[in-house]
Each structure stands twice: as structure tokens, then as C-alpha cells.
């Protein structure tokens, strides 16, 4: 089992900025995928942005050039830095714990962090 807890969410202007963190426990793989995906209301879960534990990373074109997806593998915990937030920014985050061990997933949600851009 791993567990996520997500914090950084919140209130924010347009064009301001929030940084999200989310820390894994439980039983961490030293190879595996963490990153972020947003739900807006009545819309699908989407991808945000991803990265491995060897640095690579992934982004959804909406998000390319704002937002910047890092980790720290030694405290199991991923971060994403959102700049430039813009109105369709506003969603429910989520983190994600990702690993495909031989055919064996493991798939792991946090409990999800409002972000809110408003005037």
C-alpha cells in the first residue's frame, strides 16, 4: 500500500502562482511514476503532468511553459509549481503513485487539493 497526502492548494488570482506537494509513504518502489492529474466539474480526470524517478517528464499541452513537475526521492515526495494560473486552471489535483512491475500495477490516488482561480 502507498499513501499520498497532497497539500498547496488553494485561492489564487489569475496569472499568480501555487506550488502543490504531495508525499508518499507505504511501500515506495525505489522505480516508479508520480505526478499530477486535475478534474474539473463535469469533466474528466486529466493529466497534468508526470515524472519518474529518474527525472523524466511529461505534460499536457495546455500546462507546457507554466507549470514544472520535480522530485525529491528521498522524501517520496513529488511537486508542481503552477505559474501564470489562468481561470481554466481551476480543478480538483490529484497526485499519483504509478508503478507497472512485471504486469503488476500499482495505482495509487490522493485524496485530491482544490485549486481555485478567481478574481
Known amino acids: 500500500q502507498v499513501q499520498l497526502v497532497e497539500s498547496g492548494g488553494g485561492l489564487i488570482e489569475p496569472g499568480g502562482s501555487l506550488e502543490l506537494s504531495c508525499a508518499a509513504s507505504?511501500?515506495?518502489?525505489?522505480?516508479?511514476?508520480m505526478g499530477w492529474y486535475r478534474q474539473a466539474p463535469g469533466k474528466q480526470r486529466e493529466l497534468v503532468a508526470i515524472?519518474?524517478?529518474?527525472?523524466?517528464?511529461k505534460y499536457a499541452d495546455s500546462v507546457k511553459g507554466r507549470f514544472t513537475i520535480s522530485r525529491d526521492n528521498a522524501k517520496n515526495t513529488v511537486y508542481l509549481q503552477m505559474n501564470s494560473l489562468k481561470f481554466e486552471d481551476t480543478a480538483v489535483y490529484y497526485c499519483?503513485?504509478?508503478?507497472?512491475?512485471?504486469?503488476?500495477?500499482?495505482?495509487?490516488w490522493g485524496q485530491g487539493t482544490q485549486v481555485t482561480v478567481s478574481s
Open positions: 499519483n503513485y504509478y508503478l507497472n512491475w512485471g504486469g503488476d500495477v500499482y495505482d495509487y
Open positions: 507505504g511501500s515506495i518502489s525505489s522505480v516508479n511514476s
Open positions: 515524472i519518474n524517478t529518474v527525472g523524466n517528464t
